[in-house]
């Protein structure tokens, strides 16, 4: 539950500012025509993440990964801040911003799937089919929660209707970096707080419960 709690607040930022970028192209950089790129990155980075993940993972286990990966998408954030209008930048803080996400949801989806043995492990009786619809479950939270959000973000930034970039006061935008910039930084951090003080889950963990299990299993059918 601390896990799907953790996994919830990240996703729920992450989903915020992904579903902003439309609007960030085209109130604040005011280039939609050079949003496709964002595309071409996300897709391109998002391939190399998931075929690099088990190699990182036998390196430095799924814990590093879900921090560090949430570390890494701060330092996203605050180049996106740092860009202004520099299309460039704009587009090194969006690979910085999305490399680490495909690796944090693997390291989140394998963390709550070996939930199934802790289930079994510490209620004695095993759930798959709960314990793995979690996740989903999540996933469509987050989605209905950020979209929501979204829609407050382009309301109050004035990015309604026939607006137009020129149109767009300086308190407005400051408002929307609140929305797509801010406030999913302080849930990323919350996120990563969460996990680090609550989730014991471990690959180490996991194996031994396994061990356990196993023994259990053996000495019944035995008797």
Same mark, same amino acid.
């Given at each position: 539950?601390?896990?799907?709690?953790?996994?919830?607040?990240?996703?729920?930022?992450?989903?915020?500012?992904?579903? @902003? /970028?439309? !609007? !960030?192209?085209?109130?604040?950089?005011?280039?939609?025509?050079?949003? !496709?790129?964002?595309?071409?990155?996300?897709?391109?980075?998002?391939? %190399?993440?998931?075929?690099?993940?088990?190699?990182?993972?036998?390196?430095?286990?799924?814990?590093? %990964?879900?921090?560090?990966?949430?570390?890494?998408?701060?330092?996203?954030?605050?180049?996106?801040?740092?860009?202004?209008?520099?299309?460039? @930048?704009?587009?090194?803080?969006?690979?910085?911003?999305?490399?680490?996400?495909?690796?944090?949801?693997?390291?989140?989806?394998?963390?709550?799937?070996?939930? *199934?043995?802790?289930?079994?492990?510490?209620?004695?009786?095993?759930?798959?089919?709960?314990?793995?619809? *979690?996740?989903?479950?999540?996933?469509?939270?987050?989605?209905?929660?950020?979209?929501?959000?979204? %829609?407050?973000?382009?309301? #109050?930034?004035?990015?309604?209707?026939?607006?137009?970039?020129? #149109?767009?006061?300086?308190?407005?935008?400051?408002? /929307?970096?609140? /929305?797509?910039? /801010?406030?999913?930084?302080?849930?990323?951090?919350?996120?990563?707080?969460? !996990?680090?003080?609550?989730?014991?889950?471990?690959?180490?963990?996991?194996?031994? %419960?396994?061990?356990?299990?196993?023994?259990? @299993?053996?000495?019944?059918? #035995? #008797?």
């Amino acid at each position: 539950m601390w896990q799907g709690l953790s996994y919830f607040i990240f996703a729920l930022s992450y989903v915020v500012t992904n579903s @902003l /970028f439309a !609007y !960030y192209f085209q109130y604040v950089l005011d280039r939609t025509d050079k949003f !496709y790129m964002v595309g071409i990155i996300t897709t391109v980075l998002g391939i %190399i993440s998931v075929v690099l993940f088990p190699s990182i993972e036998l390196a430095v286990k799924r814990r590093a %990964i879900y921090v560090g990966g949430i570390c890494l998408m701060l330092i996203g954030y605050v180049t996106f801040l740092l860009a202004g209008s520099n299309l460039f @930048l704009v587009y090194i803080a969006v690979g910085v911003f999305f490399f680490p996400y495909p690796m944090i949801f693997l390291a989140a989806l394998m963390t709550i799937t070996d939930s *199934v043995e802790y289930g079994q492990w510490k209620n004695g009786t095993r759930n798959e089919s709960v314990t793995l619809s *979690v996740r989903p479950l999540i996933d469509k939270l987050a989605g209905a929660l950020a979209n929501g959000m979204v %829609i407050l973000a382009a309301v #109050n930034s004035g990015m309604v209707g026939k607006a137009k970039p020129s #149109n767009i006061h300086p308190d407005q935008l400051l408002k /929307f970096k609140g /929305f797509m910039f /801010f406030a999913p930084m302080i849930l990323l951090v919350l996120a990563a707080f969460i !996990y680090l003080a609550k989730v014991k889950l471990t690959e180490k963990k996991h194996q031994e %419960i396994v061990n356990e299990l196993q023994a259990k @299993l053996s000495a019944e059918q #035995n #008797n």
